[in-house]
């Protein structure tokens, strides 16, 4: 099979990458694709090299499959490309995902919904992944009304010189001298924790908290609960976490929310406090679980219930995703 990977020196296709390799999924050919400044220099993959090639080079070797991390603007120009000449494209941007003739998948709650006709595929936002893994167990068994959301978003999820800007503020710190690197963000990050994820809208929210307000429904496929979000930078290199209130239309048993969710596939229960456990992004990193703990009654709202999500926003919230739709697609024999 011939794959491509567009944005493949980039963060998230690195690890589209590694997790190709790990999952063994069936490569015979490997594309890599980047910008034109890349083109001609390598990347490894099963520890040979390959060269990078361009946009229309990749195009042109017709792949059957392109896993896309490069931006929203890119994948606009190039998915209907690559779908004229018969390739799946499984799009990790936020371009296709609100598009009502495409699909957004996370496999494990509604892969049954593609076809073969599903050209280009939307991959959720790496904050929407972890929290439907939780949410859309409990919907189908209390149905919920409303959700209330903050996340705790580690600097990965805005690329390497945001790690780049954090690292050196680290290190400022500690020898004294003046950071060297350009800032992605508009203040400090070390030490800090900015509620400002993405750019603004006229009415306040940023896009990554309408992202979360809106995908859900589209996954879930039910637009009869209310979702709002506050999503929130921190000084973590790898891992995003939620604090998740989540209000049902049932009552429901806490031990019975406990064990539905230790019995759902790609999800973690980590939920003893009085061994000090709990999901924490340290730990998620390099994980394609989603991990779910302090799972507790919320006292101020009947049939209301708190918990805290964490996940690897690399991995399952982005190219583990990416390959688990391509799986799938093997699996049904569409490609």
């Not at 990749?58 to 991390?69: E, G, T």
């Not at 009502?100 to 904050?127: G, R």
């Not at 896009?207 to 996954?219: C, H, N, W």
């Not at 583990?320 to 391509?326: D, G, K, L, M, S």
Request: glycine fraction near 6%.
């Amino acid at each position: 099979m011939k794959v491509a990977v567009v944005g493949a020196t980039g963060m998230v296709g690195q690890i589209m990458l590694k997790i190709l390799e790990e999952r063994n999924f069936p490569v015979t050919e490997l594309i890599p694709v980047a910008s034109e400044k890349s083109v001609g220099k390598t990347v490894e993959y099963k520890g040979k090299p390959y060269p990078i090639v361009s946009m229309q080079d990749a195009v042109n070797r017709r792949p059957d499959l392109a896993l896309f991390s490069a931006g929203g603007s890119t994948s606009l120009e190039w998915a209907p490309k690559f779908e004229q000449v018969g390739t799946f494209v499984v799009d990790n941007s936020s371009a296709w995902r609100m598009d009502p003739s495409k699909k957004l998948v996370v496999p494990e709650i509604n892969a049954h919904v593609l076809t073969a006709e599903d050209k280009i595929i939307a991959n959720p936002n790496c904050s929407t992944i972890q929290l439907v893994m939780v949410l859309n167990p409990l919907h189908q068994k209390y149905k919920i009304k409303r959700v209330i959301v903050s996340t705790y978003q580690s600097v990965t999820g805005t690329g390497k010189a945001a790690v780049d800007q954090l690292n050196d503020e680290i290190r400022s710190s500690v020898d004294g001298n003046p950071c060297t690197v350009a800032k992605v963000y508009p203040y400090e990050i070390f030490k800090n924790a900015l509620p400002h994820c993405d750019v603004f809208d006229e009415g306040g929210y940023t896009k990554e908290e309408l992202k979360l307000m809106r995908e859900p429904k589209k996954i879930m496929g039910d637009d009869s609960f209310q979702l709002t979000a506050t999503a929130v930078r921190v000084p973590v290199q790898g891992g995003h976490s939620e604090s998740v209130n989540i209000e049902f239309e049932n009552e429901f048993d806490l031990d019975e929310v406990k064990s539905i969710l230790s019995q759902t596939s790609g999800v973690s229960l980590q939920d003893d406090v009085a061994q000090n456990i709990y999901p924490m992004a340290k730990y998620a990193e390099g994980k394609d679980e989603v991990f779910v703990g302090r799972l507790r009654k919320d006292p101020s709202q009947p049939h209301a219930l708190n918990c805290w999500i964490v996940a690897d926003n690399l991995r399952k919230g982005a190219a583990t995703n990416a390959v688990q739709i391509a799986e799938y697609l093997v699996e049904k024999k569409f490609i």
